[in-house]
């Protein structure tokens, strides 16, 4: 987790593919699971691995943005569906990933910048879900959530070598995850 941190502070200015960064939350985590590691308790097949999530996903405490200055005060009461169900697997969730202005695919965050992908800052990432594919090509974390409506997350996996995935609508509940075309939406895993 302290490399995760370490490669976002490194990179992260140029390639903005984090928005939020919980390091003092994560990293209060990561030596808990340790603890619990090293005295034989496992929390669930994803005990400690670091996780971000697109920026509509909410996290009890942090702000979920979407991407915009609309949102800029919101703070999330409660972590979304999603977030409880990463957590019940022992996932620790490190931060909040940039993203498209209100999931409106297809220009420049006015706010939070452009993602650049990791390898070559020349070129974007892709769709709406592009900090969170970003996020995982640069070694800021192991996995990252986004979402799909119309292929951010397959996109902008792509367009960073990586694997995107666009679960059947409705296998996940999205309680707690800001839509942006409900019949379509998906939560899933970069």
Known sequence: ?????????????ACKAMIFVGRDAALDDARMMEVELRSGRSRGPLHGIPIAVKDVINVKGWPTTSGSRLFQDHVAADDAACIKNLRAAGALIIGKTNLHELTAGGHENPWFGKVRHPRDPSRGTGGTSSGSAAAVAAGYCVAALGTDTGGSNRSTAAATGLFGFKPTNGAFDRAGVRPTAPTLDTIGPI
């Open 1 to 13: 987790v302290e490399g995760c941190f370490a490669r976002i502070e490194r990179s992260n200015e």
